[in-house]
């Protein structure tokens, strides 16, 4: 459990809480008539929250401590591979004073979600995860009509200007792409678009700081990059770099291995890099979720926005450069839910975060973020 994800936590549910007076709705006129016209916000009774391994404990602050300020009942299903930390929180939930049955963490694989899901007593569903899944659950969720909200994975594009700070830039990249959570994170900047003028500069910058990265045991306060998940990731993720040899998507730079000696019974990946890489490429569309990146080059803003753009994903993109103007400009033309500029992604309570296309459908953080677990009625009163 990372210490930066607890305090995260922290952060929506002191944010949160202080949303659970404040539901208020709002009275608007109505045209031609003296009718009261009311629109309230009421909870939908039951939410079911779907956390992901790789965060639960963000997902407890984002989605359950939302839900809760919205006046639901959570039943909570962690991932079966990361359980521990929402049944500890449940039993937290208890200890605080919380009535018994208003949270409820359910720990189980697949047939607990989908159980889940069908629920007719389950008025929404929020689901973190990936694609795969996400389209599971939509289809089980259809058969009722339950509505879902979604937030899924990303390819997200980190477009580094020549005008860029290059070393805040290629630390950024860093540490947003294959070195922070071993890239097991939905804002991996797994696509770096890098402007052609500064592209072999840029490239000795990263791949030092690759370099220096410290692998080994997470609870090492030295260790920056720890292991991914299971066999069966490391097996995907080393199945997704010999295809892109051999299919010639860019240039292996550095890594594409498991790591041995020491780290040989881990599930330890050597953080890997593509270079000029084909954006066409599977390699560049699908994301792998684990310590690759693509490098591709670009020549001017167009180039780099219709590259950024070139992916079924929008949930993040980043940008790199020190005019202001261009940021701003850029930024409005990605197909991104959220835009980081000269900065790494960083979730706060007060903005809302969620994708575009593939990348989902709901928001989390913020007014939005309550909004997802309240319905909207209308109440008119006829008046003489």
């Known amino acids: 459990m990372s210490p930066g994800h607890v305090a995260l936590a922290e952060e929506f549910i002191r944010y949160y809480a202080g949303y659970i007076d404040k539901a208020h709705g709002a009275s608007t006129p109505v045209s031609g008539k003296f009718d009261v016209n009311l629109i309230e916000r009421e909870p939908y009774g039951v939410v079911g929250v779907i956390a992901p391994w790789n965060g639960p404990l963000v997902v407890i602050g984002l989605a359950v401590a939302a839900a809760l300020a919205a006046g639901n009942a959570v039943v909570l299903k962690p991932s079966q591979f990361a359980p521990f930390t929402p049944l500890r929180f449940g039993q937290l939930f208890l200890a605080a004073g919380l009535p018994a049955g208003l949270v409820n963490v359910l720990p189980s694989g697949p047939a607990g979600g989908d159980a889940l899901v069908q ?3 389950v ?9 795969h899944t996400a389209r599971t659950v939509l289809a089980t969720a259809a058969r009722s009509l339950t509505p879902v909200a979604t937030e899924l994975g990303g390819k997200s594009a980190n477009i580094v200007f020549a005008d860029a700070d290059l070393g805040p830039a290629a630390r950024l990249a860093a540490f947003q792409g294959p070195l922070g959570q071993a890239g097991q994170s939905c804002a991996c900047g797994s696509r770096i678009l890098v402007q052609d003028s500064i592209f072999d500069a840029f490239m000795a910058e990263f791949l030092a700081v690759i370099a220096s990265a410290v692998i080994g045991d ?5 260790v920056l990059v720890g292991p991914v998940i299971s066999q069966a ?21 550095t890594g ?14 050597e953080p890997t890099v593509f270079a000029d890489v084909d954006n066409r490429s599977p390699l560049a569309q699908i994301e792998t979720f684990g310590p690759v ?6 020549i001017d803003e167009e180039h780099a926005i219709a590259l950024a753009n070139d992916t079924d994903y929008g949930l993040n993109a980043y940008i790199q450069t020190r005019d202001l103007v261009r940021a701003h400009s850029i930024a409005r033309r990605l197909t991104a839910g959220s835009i980081w500029i000269n900065r790494n992604s960083d979730l706060s309570p007060q903005s809302p975060y969620g994708g575009y296309k593939h990348s989902g459908t709901g928001r989390a953080g913020g007014l939005e973020g309550l909004h997802e677990f309240q319905q909207v009625k209308n109440i008119r009163i006829a008046m003489p």
């Open 119 to 121: 629920h007719p007593g």
């Open 218 to 222: 997470p609870f090492d306060p030295q």
């Open 256 to 269: 594409g291995h498991r790591i041995g000696g020491d780290l040989a019974d881990g599930y330890y990946l």
């Open 233 to 253: 990731a490391v097996d995907r993720i080393l199945h997704t770099i010999d295809r892109a040899v051999a299919d010639g998507a860019g240039e292996l730079v």
């Open 293 to 298: 990146v693509s490098v591709l080059r670009f």
């Open 123 to 131: 008025g929404k569903i929020h689901f973190t995860g990936g694609g």
